[in-house]
């Protein structure tokens, strides 16, 4: 997060800012971002003063009441009067990153439970999606038919499956039956099946009128009419 140097609109026309050298004013604005930069609450040493300008500036800004002078160069007048001094941008910026931080948690615990919910949302549609499967046990019967394999080799072969077992077959019954269970799952299948199938389309039959056209279609008849 940056400090800004603050400079006020009226400083152009400030009496001490006109006595000023050009010299003088450019040093005194380099001079305050580099403060606000590196946090020197206004100070500026004399290593770094051959950076900025001249001595004979710096001494411009001295005499007019602007600078101060100090051991080791000089400092700005009344800086934390103006400025952010370095103690006030370093907590802000310390408050920006508790900010930051919060926000990322926040962020991550919305991130954390969407997933969580995405995955119960999937156990849920999966088990009813595979609900069909719990009818049949997870380990097969060898000394019975699998019906649901008689069902599909029907439908490869074209013909209807039974909607009932081959036991069952034919007559009523009140018991309940696994394998008539599969057999009526699969005869429904067929039959929705069979229903989506495209219809064939009849060939059209011309009904011809006395001038030789169709009353049906635009062709027309060719010949004796």
Request: hydrophobic share 30%; aromatic share 8%; net charge neutral.
């Amino acid at each position: 997060m940056l400090a800004w140097f603050k400079v006020d609109d009226g400083f152009w026309s400030h009496p001490k800012i006109l006595a000023l050298s050009a010299d003088a004013v450019a040093l005194w604005v380099r001079a305050g971002a580099y403060s606000c930069q590196h946090l020197t609450d206004g100070e500026v040493q004399e290593s770094v003063l051959r950076l900025l300008g001249s001595e004979a500036a710096a001494a411009e800004l001295r005499d007019a009441g602007l600078w101060l002078s100090m051991d080791g160069g000089y400092r700005f007048h009344d800086w934390d009067e103006y400025q952010e001094t370095s103690d006030t941008v370093k907590r802000r910026r310390a408050d920006a990153r508790d900010r930051q931080r919060r926000a990322r948690e926040v962020a991550a615990e919305k991130r954390r439970k969407s997933r969580s919910e995405s995955r119960v949302t999937d156990c849920v549609t999966d088990s009813v999606s595979n609900g069909v499967s719990s009818l049949y046990p997870t380990r097969p019967d060898p000394t019975r038919p699998d019906p649901l394999n008689k069902s599909k080799d029907s439908l490869r072969e074209g013909a209807p499956p039974a909607p009932k077992c081959r036991k069952h077959d034919g007559w009523e019954h009140d018991e309940s039956c696994r394998t008539c269970g599969a057999d009526r799952i699969a005869f429904e299948a067929w039959e929705k099946a069979e229903a989506a199938k495209p219809k064939p389309v009849k060939p059209h039959e011309h009904k011809w009128m006395d001038d030789g056209t169709c009353l049906g279609c635009t062709e027309q008849k060719v010949g004796d009419f």
